[in-house]
């Protein structure tokens, strides 16, 4: 059975940092792109960053030298960076495993940033 679990939202203030993981069980984890998406009220899924299985990232111009992702092929983890968040960043924030096949989601968690 594949899980995803989101951890580590809440709620931070403007310019602040926030650190989110997604812990993975039930798959080959180091030959999935890994990716965090987030949700708005109202607005469609977008993607925030992938990390492909070899290390690769590409990110959203609107996150893009703000936030960081990165994987532990070990842990079987990967892990969202956010810094110098805006009110903007607003949203639930999804991990997903994909590869040419599959694609898994976790449940989200919500971020919050507001002063």
């Known amino acids: 059975q594949v899980q995803l679990v989101e951890s580590g939202g809440g709620l931070v203030q403007p310019g602040g940092s926030l650190r989110l993981s997604c812990a993975a069980s039930?798959?080959?984890?180091?030959?999935?792109?890994m990716g965090w998406y987030r949700q708005a009220p109202g607005k469609q899924r977008e993607l925030v960053a992938i990390i492909t299985s070899g290390g690769s990232t590409r990110y959203a111009d609107s996150v893009n030298g703000r936030f960081a992702i990165s994987r532990d092929n070990v842990k079987n983890t990967v892990s969202l960076q956010m810094n110098s968040v805006k009110p903007e960043d607003t949203a639930v924030y999804y991990c997903q495993a994909a590869n040419y096949k599959y694609d898994y989601w976790g449940q989200g968690t919500q971020v919050t940033v507001s002063s």
């Open positions: 039930g798959i080959a984890f180091s030959i999935y792109t």
